[in-house]
């Protein structure tokens, strides 16, 4: 018998990932997540527009669809300064010693709504070790007969300047067996030279392996690049993939000024991930990349929009 006053719980989800709230659209249909407001599978008819997973798998290291908040990639060290206090996150990559893809790819988001086509959940991420901010986060996944669209709300609930980035990690499909089958194209003008570590050294104008404003096969083609100086056409960017007569494109809002594009290594076989991010790596700290972090001022909000077609 529940005690006066209290509600029934509700059990929770059988899911490693929570609660599925499937989404549709004519033949378009996704899956997003209660963790971590992870797009798990998005299709069109029988084609799968990005390398999903199943309800019963737990997200592996590839990071399939996650959301990446409040900082996208890597943080040097884990360790960044703010007024003047030192932050020290926990190294989510030791093998690189960073701190990698932010503090919401784990965490349960509330649902706010969720109808045929649209699902929304908010997420309010409070301070804890190595982050000293608040931050109210709201995300729309809605689809339509074209495909995706992710809607992204970020406040500043607080009496403090909050410092913040934003980035995403689907992995791109249009059928292949293996990404060296896919033909390649994203606008970027220049790209980040890293270290062994893929920490930032300098941005420089694209050189042969970088340039890709011209379709071309990925073929041999290795990359685990940020890229920058994105170009577009009526306030958005896009990078298109096409196998045959399979096509994909993700197209991100211009408040999203940096890309990253991974191929997948060692198996090269999950798909092309193709992260739109709001600032670079390590932009919590000085040097190439700094320039492009968000700071909210107190009940400041940041909005931008990003998504999928295919066939």
């Given at each position: 018998?529940?005690?006066?006053?209290?509600r029934?719980?509700?059990?929770?989800?059988?899911?490693?990932?929570?609660?599925?709230?499937?989404?549709?659209a004519?033949e378009v249909?996704?899956?997003?997540?209660?963790?971590?407001?992870?797009?798990?599978?998005?299709?069109?008819?029988?084609h799968?527009?990005?390398?999903?997973?199943?309800?019963?798998?737990?997200?592996?290291?590839?990071?399939?669809g996650?959301?990446?908040?409040?900082?996208?990639?890597?943080?040097?060290?884990?360790?960044?300064?703010?007024?003047?206090?030192?932050?020290?996150?926990?190294?989510?990559?030791?093998?690189?010693?960073?701190?990698?893809?932010?503090?919401?790819?784990?965490?349960?988001?509330?649902?706010?709504?969720?109808?045929?086509?649209?699902?929304?959940?908010?997420?309010?991420?409070?301070?804890?070790?190595?982050?000293?901010?608040?931050?109210?986060?709201?995300?729309?996944?809605?689809?339509?007969?074209?495909?995706?669209?992710?809607?992204?709300?970020?406040?500043?609930?607080?009496e403090v300047?909050?410092?913040?980035?934003?980035?995403v990690?689907?992995?791109?499909?249009?059928?292949?067996?293996?990404?060296?089958?896919?033909?390649?194209?994203?606008?970027?003008?220049?790209?980040?030279?890293?270290?062994?570590?893929?920490?930032?050294?300098?941005?420089?104008?694209?050189?042969?392996?970088?340039?890709?404003?011209?379709?071309?096969?990925?073929?041999?083609?290795?990359?685990?690049?940020?890229?920058?100086?994105?170009?577009?056409?009526?306030?958005?960017?896009?990078?298109?993939?096409?196998?045959?007569?399979?096509?994909?494109?993700?197209?991100?809002?211009?408040?999203?000024?940096?890309?990253?594009?991974?191929?997948?290594?060692?198996?090269?076989?999950?798909?092309?991930?193709?992260?739109?991010?709001?600032?670079?790596?390590?932009?919590?700290?000085?040097?190439p990349t700094?320039?492009?972090?968000?700071?909210?001022?107190?009940?400041?909000?940041?909005?931008?929009?990003?998504?999928?077609?295919?066939?």
């Amino acid at each position: 018998m529940t005690p006066p006053g209290t509600r029934p719980s509700t059990p929770p989800a059988p899911f490693p990932t929570g609660a599925q709230y499937e989404i549709t659209a004519g033949e378009v249909s996704a899956v997003v997540c209660e963790i971590g407001a992870t797009l798990r599978t998005l299709t069109v008819g029988d084609h799968h527009l990005v390398h999903g997973f199943g309800a019963d798998e737990v997200i592996d290291k590839a990071c399939r669809g996650q959301q990446l908040l409040p900082w996208p990639n890597r943080i040097r060290d884990g360790r960044w300064t703010w007024q003047d206090v030192e932050q020290q996150l926990p190294l989510s990559e030791p093998e690189r010693g960073t701190a990698i893809h932010g503090l919401v790819r784990w965490v349960a988001w509330d649902l706010v709504d969720h109808g045929l086509d649209q699902v929304t959940q908010r997420l309010v991420l409070r301070p804890q070790h190595g982050w000293p901010g608040t931050l109210e986060i709201t995300l729309t996944h809605r689809v339509d007969r074209t495909g995706l669209t992710v809607e992204l709300l970020v406040t500043n609930p607080s009496e403090v300047d909050v410092p913040f980035g934003y980035g995403v990690h689907p992995y791109l499909s249009v059928g292949e067996d293996r990404i060296d089958e896919v033909e390649l194209q994203l606008p970027a003008g220049a790209y980040l030279t890293v270290d062994d570590r893929l920490l930032p050294i300098s941005v420089e104008p694209v050189d042969a392996d970088h340039d890709l404003r011209t379709p071309r096969l990925v073929d041999d083609l290795s990359l685990d690049t940020a890229f920058t100086q994105l170009e577009s056409e009526a306030g958005r960017w896009e990078v298109r993939l096409r196998k045959g007569e399979r096509h994909t494109t993700l197209w991100a809002d211009d408040v999203f000024g940096w890309l990253q594009v991974f191929t997948g290594e060692p198996t090269r076989q999950w798909g092309l991930a193709v992260e739109p991010m709001t600032c670079g790596p390590d932009a919590f700290n000085p040097g190439p990349t700094h320039d492009d972090l968000i700071v909210l001022r107190p009940r400041g909000r940041f909005a931008g929009s990003w998504g999928i077609t295919g066939a």
